[in-house]
């Protein structure tokens, strides 16, 4: 078939037809240019929020790392500081309770006053302390046949040495004499002398069993002032601390005395089974 001539009528249906379908295309072009250029932006969209996104999470779950790291270091320094915390109050509890022990030892620690016996062995005068002040409450050992009292203000203490029949008289400052009568003089100047008398007359009673009646006198007991072989009655003797004097009461004798504790009216005393009170000025009261 001839091509038609650019003057017919079907040349110029064919001319439009082109025209159409060039058009067409350009379009048919222009969309899937557009279509593709849309794809890949929202392609190249999609990639960088996605890598937007791991990043993000990558940063939060490294942050999340360093925040467990910092939290288990925080958590093991809070327990090793805890544990130096707990060790520091250890040893301040140790050295508070070794502090409290020393002053519980220095508490308990007996205090004494060392007493030389005639034996020669030596005894111990127990005193607590308080405010500087010393108050006897004990001696201890105390050999056999040896006794002893404690003034009422518990500022002195007596020893009664039942060998050798001497008392001897201690105060809280350490002080230490012996208060015995050492000698007695008769009406006829004659002298008998403690020991010479005890040599002699075996059995004899010197002084025995003193105690103090107040805080300034000590009675005993003694056969004084008579001697010899013959069955004997036994007195009460008075001495003053103070002045060293000893004074026969004659008002208390007896065959058989024995003398009992100090009360708030006196020292209890029993004469031949007769029960009496000695107050401090040495009258007898039922």
Same mark, same amino acid.
Do not use: H, M, S
């Given at each position: 078939m001839g091509k038609p001539s650019i003057f017919s #009528?079907? %040349?110029? #249906?064919?001319m439009k037809k082109r025209k159409k379908?060039?058009?067409v295309i350009l379009l048919i072009i222009l969309c899937m240019s557009g279509v593709i250029t849309t794809l890949n932006f929202k392609f190249f969209s999609l990639t960088n929020i996605r890598q937007k996104v791991e990043t993000t999470l990558n940063n939060k779950n490294k942050d999340n790392v360093l925040s467990d790291t910092a939290i288990q270091d925080n958590g093991t320094n809070q327990v090793q500081e805890n544990k130096n915390i707990s060790q520091e109050s250890k040893e301040v509890s140790q050295e508070n309770t070794a502090g409290e022990n020393e002053n519980k030892d220095e508490d308990n620690e007996e205090k004494y006053i060392e007493v030389t016996l005639s034996s020669g062995n030596i005894a111990r005068?127990? %005193?607590?302390e308080e405010s500087g002040k010393r108050k006897f409450k004990a001696l201890i050992p105390i050999e056999e046949g040896t006794t002893f009292d404690i003034s009422p203000n518990k500022d002195f203490l007596?020893?009664?040495d039942g060998g050798t029949q001497q008392i001897k008289f201690v105060d809280t400052r350490g002080t230490q004499k012996n208060i015995t009568y050492p000698s007695y003089t008769t009406k006829n100047k004659e002298v008998i002398v403690r020991e010479t008398m005890l *040599?002699? %007359? /075996?059995? %004899?009673?010197w002084s025995k069993n003193a105690k103090f009646i107040d805080d300034t006198h000590v009675v005993y007991l003694s056969?004084? /002032?008579y001697f010899g072989k013959n069955q004997l009655l036994t007195y009460m003797w008075s001495i003053d601390i103070n002045t060293g004097v000893h004074t026969t009461l004659w008002n208390v004798k007896g065959s058989n005395i024995k003398i009992g504790n100090l009360t708030d009216n006196?020292?209890?005393?029993?004469?031949?089974? *007769?029960k009496k009170i000695l107050t401090p000025n040495a009258t007898l009261i039922q």
């Open positions: #009528k079907e %040349y110029e #249906k064919r379908r060039i058009l005068a127990i %005193y607590d007596i020893i009664n *040599n002699d %007359y /075996p059995g %004899y009673t056969q004084l /002032p006196g020292l209890e005393v029993e004469i031949d089974g *007769n």
